[in-house]
């Protein structure tokens, strides 16, 4: 069974960044499901039209689309990764982001801190650009699980593995740092700075979790 994405989507500034990303994983084997977060001001016929849009803009056969009722979106994105069992959650970066550049909004942050899933953030102006994943970093301990996870990744898009960051990058994968809980996120000081000044797309693994795609199981 491949690994399970949920895509956070609101339709706002940088989304269609979060959308590319998520896409870019589907071509890699993942299964694939928009997510909204309704803090209960919606009309059914607001969050259907949204959803229609984002899976629109997906392409991808076979994705859901989700409406989660809650007054905090990383929780009930955490809640809604929980019932269905999914690996990452994918986010843009933050609004405020210059283009090119990858940010943590206040959701994903709130993630970074201890969540159980997988967290990526899309740089922006990704949608605009169409890159593929074919350079990979992986950064972090041997045992951390981000090794394991972009030679998968690589191996199911024909990627590369590099040994540095640099300008060729399209994803970084990041560990969580060695202090964290088994199977929680947490993100060192470099660690976090790194995300913060990377050009390339950002996914960051729970302490100890391996992602697979294709037709690879994932295990942690």
Do not use: W
Request: glycine letters at 12%; hydrophobic letters at 45%; proline letters at 3%.
């Amino acid at each position: 069974m491949s690994a399970k994405i949920i895509i956070s989507y609101d339709g706002t500034a940088n989304e269609e960044d979060a959308i590319a990303l998520g896409r870019l994983f589907g071509q890699a084997g993942a299964q694939l499901a928009i997510a909204y977060v309704s803090h209960g001001h919606d009309t059914p016929g607001d969050t259907q039209g949204l959803l229609d849009r984002g899976l629109q803009l997906l392409g991808t056969p076979g994705a859901t689309g989700h409406v989660v009722n809650s007054p905090s979106t990383p929780e009930g994105l955490a809640a809604l990764a929980d019932s269905e069992g999914a690996d990452v959650i994918v986010f843009c970066s933050d609004s405020h982001t210059a283009k090119g550049h990858v940010s943590i909004g206040n959701s994903a942050q709130r993630l970074l801190s201890g969540g159980r899933t997988a967290v990526a953030i899309a740089p922006v102006g990704l949608a605009e650009r169409g890159a593929g994943i074919r350079n990979l970093v992986a950064v972090g301990d041997h045992d951390g699980g981000a090794a394991e996870t972009a030679a998968a990744l690589a191996q199911a898009v024909g990627g590369e593995i590099s040994p540095v960051v640099n300008e060729q990058t399209d994803l970084v994968v990041v560990d969580s740092r060695a202090e964290a809980e088994a199977g929680r996120v947490s993100l060192s000081a470099s660690a976090e700075h790194l995300v913060e000044v990377s050009s390339a797309a950002v996914l960051v693994v729970p302490r100890g979790t391996r992602l697979r795609f294709g037709a690879q199981q994932f295990v942690s």
